[in-house]
Structure formats: C-alpha cells, structure tokens
C-alpha cells in the first residue's frame, strides 16, 4: 500500500494522463492514449484502495478521541471533518477512477469510428493498417 505522498504521486500522473489534449490529434496518437490510460487501471485500483485505507485509519485514530456521549450523528460529522484531507483524497481518486473508465470508453469510440470510416473509404491513411 501506498504513503500519502505515493498516492499524491499516483494521482497527479494519473490527471496528467487523463488530462493529455487530444483536440485534432491524428489516430495514432488517440490510441497511444488510450494504451496509456489501459496501462494506468492498475495504478489508479491500488491509489483508490491506499487511498481507503489511509482513511480508515485516520478515521480510527479520530474516533478513539470524540466524546462517546455525543449524539451519533454529531460524532460522525466531528469525524469527518477531522477527516476532510482524507476523504477528498479518496473522493479525488475515485473521480480520476471513473475519469479513467470513461475517457477509454470515448477514445474506443472514436478509434472504431475511424475504423468504420477507413473501410468505407471515407479515410486515406496512407499505410493501409492502423
């Protein structure tokens, strides 16, 4: 499992790579992006799953110290505020997750598109493969 600055690491090169411009790029570099996101899954399942865990125990340690007479729902807004650092890095790496996911699911559209085009004829690509 990862530290809190390995998971700051993971999730800035993850937005980095989610994040790369692809506004008129050719086909070839649509597809490296997409290799790269393919490539990223792994990072981004072990950055969510440290990033869970480093909640779990700061919310351990939180918890240890709030009033048990409180009321419930008093306790838990008390620990998450203490755990507001933790909870958005989780909340942050499960949005980079999904942004992962669904930036896959555009680039194969636009890759099959493409396809569709060339073998229509609609394409020139100039090799004859993709």
């Known amino acids: 499992m990862k530290t809190k600055e390995e998971i700051t690491v993971s999730l800035n090169m993850i937005r980095e790579a989610v994040d790369a411009d ?4 050719d086909i070839h ?3 490296n992006k997409l290799l790269k996101l393919t490539q ?3 990072l981004s399942a072990e ?3 440290s990033a869970k865990k480093l909640l779990g ?3 351990r340690c939180v918890f240890e110290m709030i ?4 009321p419930p729902t008093v306790q838990i807004r008390m620990l998450n505020a203490e ?6 890095i989780l909340e942050y790496a499960d949005r980079l997750n999904s942004a992962i996911v669904h930036s896959i699911d555009g680039l194969r559209s636009v890759i099959s598109l493409y396809k569709q085009e060339m073998q229509s ?3 020139n690509t100039g090799t004859g493969n993709m």
């Open 29 to 31: 570099n649509q597809t």
């Open 22 to 25: 692809m506004v008129d790029a």
């Open 67 to 70: 009033d048990k007479k409180l």
């Open 40 to 42: 990223l899954i792994g």
């Open 47 to 49: 950055t969510k799953a």
């Open 83 to 88: 755990c507001y650092e933790e909870n958005a």
């Open 121 to 123: 004829g609609l394409v």
């Open 57 to 59: 125990i700061k919310e």
